[in-house]
């Protein structure tokens, strides 16, 4: 793909934060954003260059510019893309998502997406460890090695002992706990209509604004919250159960899925997919 310009990356930086601030972010966050948008024009020099000679290091050290900020314009610069404005905008296409890496075309992504379920490269990066995705024909041991290695660039993903942290950031999660009361906090806002909407480009044919978008902070986390518009939620009536969690802490975007029990233990209640015993172990220390 062509090379994207300095204001081409200062244009969707800006058009982050109006979208920031119309879905009512926090104040400081948007104009972040601008602030990066006015370095990013204002350099002697591509931001490209910059990435390809220093890596996301001398795009962090431009005036401004933190470490989630850096990650995005290299999104931009490599990609042509960021994920995050296409959420904010209501244009995620989770298959274009995943063929947007390495060694994973649009074929494989859309049988990934339907076959597996997998939504994000979170859940592509499990089933790459786990064994699943070995189990996809065409994906042999030297793909699969790529694939990994890809989506831990991408993932920010520090390599080395477990619970080993990033320069500039920490990869430890967030408790079950904090997921939990951004979820109750998204729901009971989305009840309440007091949230802005957006209109999802898929599965939306009549162009509906129908998905609340939350933007709120626990400690140094900034979090988007809205429910699940994939093909699977639609399939199983879950677009007003599952409720997707997008957190940045400075080594890269993260996210949870937040759904209703459907069996003992904890049946009707709120869970983190994937960490159903930590969230029973919450559960029953509130009962003590």
């Known amino acids: 793909m062509a090379e994207i310009l300095n204001v081409e990356i200062a244009q969707r930086l800006r058009e982050v934060a109006a979208l920031l601030q119309e879905q009512g972010a926090n104040p400081f966050r948007l104009q972040a954003y601008r602030h990066a948008a ?144 951004v979820d109750r906090e998204y729901r009971e806002k989305a009840a309440t209509a007091s949230l802005r909407t957006i209109a999802p480009r898929r599965f939306n044919p009549a162009g509906e604004a129908w998905l609340p978008v939350l933007h709120t902070q626990r400690g140094p986390r900034h979090y988007t919250a809205l429910f699940s518009n994939t093909a699977r939620a639609h399939q199983l009536g879950k677009t007003r159960d599952w409720v997707i969690l997008y957190f940045d802490e400075g080594d890269g975007e993260h996210q949870h899925t937040v759904i209703t029990a459907q069996r003992d233990p904890m049946k009707g209640r709120r869970i983190v997919r994937g960490r159903e015993p930590e969230c029973e172990t919450h559960y029953r220390a509130q009962e003590a």
Do not use: F, N, W
């Open 38 to 181: 006015d370095t990013v024009q204002r350099l002697d020099r591509p931001a490209a260059e910059i990435l390809k000679a220093e890596g996301v290091e001398g795009l962090r050290k431009l005036p401004g510019i933190g470490e989630s900020l850096a990650r995005s314009i290299r999104d931009l610069i490599v990609t042509g893309r960021l994920p995050m404005l296409d959420r904010l905008r209501g244009e995620t296409d989770h298959v274009a998502v995943l063929a947007s890496v390495p060694g994973i075309g649009a074929a494989m992504a859309k049988r990934l997406h339907h076959d597996l379920s997998i939504d994000t490269l979170e859940e592509l990066e499990a089933a790459a460890h786990d064994g699943r995705l070995s189990e996809i024909e065409g994906v042999g041991p030297k793909k699969l090695a790529g694939i990994i290695d890809s989506l831990a660039s991408r993932l920010g993903r520090v390599r080395g002992r477990p619970g080993a942290t990033a320069a500039h950031g920490s990869l430890q999660e967030p408790s079950v706990a904090e997921l939990l009361d």
